[in-house]
T-cell receptor, first 115, second 115 residues
């Protein structure tokens, strides 16, 4: 099992450029989510998905789009990058179950710089 | 609204000394609480969790945490730290949202273990 994989590891963009951060998981998890990590702010939820075709907004969704066409993949799109989107982005997945909480497994992150 | 406050942004400590990383939360509903660890240039890994039952929770790598409902705290402790414990530690609370548990993170505490 590769777990949760993210590509690329590093990316530098110019203001106004677009790009897609890729996330894939091979654990057959129903739930997937995207977080951004900024110094002194911890991780904040951008978007999440509870299954293929179903997505919803988190705390900081502005400037980001997501879609979920398969169980395995959950790409995050920046349509017009801004310097405020300079951050480290983490993808996570978890299994739906009867427990009150199922552990979220995190990918290694993508470090994005917008100039 | 739920929130998490980590009272120390940095904690320096000598090897083999005890350490406590403090976390306070606010929540109007039943809480599920977590500590995650992030080693340099890696994703987050679950250290331990409190869902219900015993208020003293043991996790990996010799860490433990105590849930204190009256003080709304969930402090993380280790009786003797190693150099390899140098990492950033995040406290988080889980917020149910239509079957998906959103994680609300604190700002993080950077633990630096010195020889």
């Amino acid at each position: 099992n590769a777990g949760v994989t993210q590509t690329p590891k590093f990316q530098v963009l110019k203001t106004g450029q677009s790009m897609t951060l890729q996330c894939a998981q091979d654990m057959n998890h129903e739930y997937m989510s995207w977080y951004r990590q900024d110094p002194g702010m911890g991780l904040r939820l951008i978007h999440y998905s509870v299954g293929a075709g179903i997505t919803d907004q988190g705390e900081v969704p502005n400037g980001y789009n997501v879609s979920r066409s398969t169980t395995e993949d959950f790409p995050l799109r920046l349509l017009s990058a801004a310097p405020s989107q300079t951050s480290v982005y983490f993808c996570a997945s978890s299994k739906r179950g009867v427990l009150p909480y199922n552990e979220q497994f995190f990918g290694p992150g993508t470090r994005l710089t917008v100039l | 609204a739920q929130s998490v406050t980590q009272l120390d942004s940095q904690v320096p400590v000598f090897e083999e000394a005890p350490v406590e990383l403090r976390c306070n939360y606010s929540s109007s509903v039943s809480v599920y609480l977590f500590w995650y660890v992030q080693y340099p240039n890696q994703g987050l890994q679950l250290l331990l969790k409190y869902l219900s039952g015993s208020t003293l929770v043991k996790g990996i790598n010799g860490f433990e945490a105590e849930f204190n409902k009256s003080q709304t705290s969930f402090h993380l402790r280790k009786p003797s730290v190693h150099i390899s414990d140098t990492a950033e530690y995040f406290c988080a609370v889980s917020v149910p949202s239509g079957g998906y548990n959103k994680l609300i993170f604190g700002a993080g505490t950077r633990l630096a273990v010195h020889p």
